[in-house]
């Protein structure tokens, strides 16, 4: 019986199979201009590629924290993969995806509770916290793979446009979530290594941190300076800034299009 709710515990939810066939069956159309135009196809796909990737990010976390010591992981439903089991689905789910259509950002999310009281060990503590934003950079370098290694021949120019987006959104979250702010993954890496007394005085700002990030974002000069440093990145993995522009251009589809996006250029 023991054996039997384990494997329930980790059985991969309906919810999030259902998530990936939209993701599937939304790159299909996109890749084959299916129902074209294919704003709403590429809404869709780069949509629930990005939930399936806050997915995979809580995953990250939950899995390390059971192969840390805290057992209680799998009965909380993190294994499953349902983004229903996250203790704060708003801030997981719904805020990332609201702010990635409003700005074409990717929020850093975060919402598994871990017994922390279970983990001995200040490295197994701070992997759990880098778990989840690695998750990031891994899902980034899936998206920007045909780029960096020529691979693009042969790919529709739309498809390009919503992977160049997709990483877009994968690159920003994975940098936020790194930074060293109360309430981010970043801290959470630093903060086993931080005195008893720091601790207990950063306590209280954990839950202002991810406004004040953004806060500071909506500054135009750390805004540039933010996004400059994010396309010369994509830059380098051979994503254009004039691509990632089209596919935020083409996952709006219900603003006015860039006539200028009609041809793919490097």
């Not at 999310?109 to 998750?135: D, N, T, Y």
């Not at 899936?142 to 021949?153: N, Q, S, Y």
């Amino acid at each position: 019986m023991t054996t039997a709710a384990a494997r329930s515990d980790r059985r991969i939810s309906p919810v999030f199979l259902g998530i990936v066939a939209v993701m599937a069956v939304s790159g299909w159309a996109v890749w084959t201009a299916f129902g074209s135009p294919p704003g709403l196809a590429v809404f869709l796909f780069v949509t629930a590629a990005w939930v399936v990737s806050l997915c995979l990010h809580e995953y990250a976390h939950a899995r390390t924290a059971l192969h840390s010591g805290d057992i209680s992981i799998g009965e909380k439903g993190y294994l499953t993969l349902n983004p229903l089991a996250y203790t704060h689905a708003l801030l997981s789910i719904v805020l990332p995806v609201l702010f990635v259509i409003m700005g074409g950002i990717g929020l850093p999310g975060g919402a598994v509770f871990i017994e922390r009281g279970r983990i001995s060990g200040r490295w197994k503590h701070s992997l759990i916290s880098a778990a989840g934003p690695l998750m990031n950079v891994l899902f980034a370098l899936v998206c920007t793979a045909p780029f960096w290694l020529h691979a693009l021949d042969g790919v529709p120019r739309e498809f390009r446009y919503a992977l160049a987006f997709l990483a877009l959104l994968q690159v920003t979250a994975a940098i936020l979530n790194f930074l060293p702010v109360p309430g981010l993954d970043g801290y959470g890496v630093i903060e086993p290594w931080l005195s008893y007394r720091i601790r207990r005085q950063v306590e209280p700002f954990a839950q202002f941190g991810l406004i004040a990030v953004f806060g500071v974002l909506w500054i135009p000069e750390i805004n540039h300076v933010f996004f400059d440093a994010i396309h010369s990145l994509l830059q380098s993995l051979g994503v254009s800034e004039f691509r990632t522009y089209c596919g935020r251009d083409a996952y709006q589809f219900w603003s006015t299009a860039n006539p200028a996006c009609a041809v793919d250029r490097p």
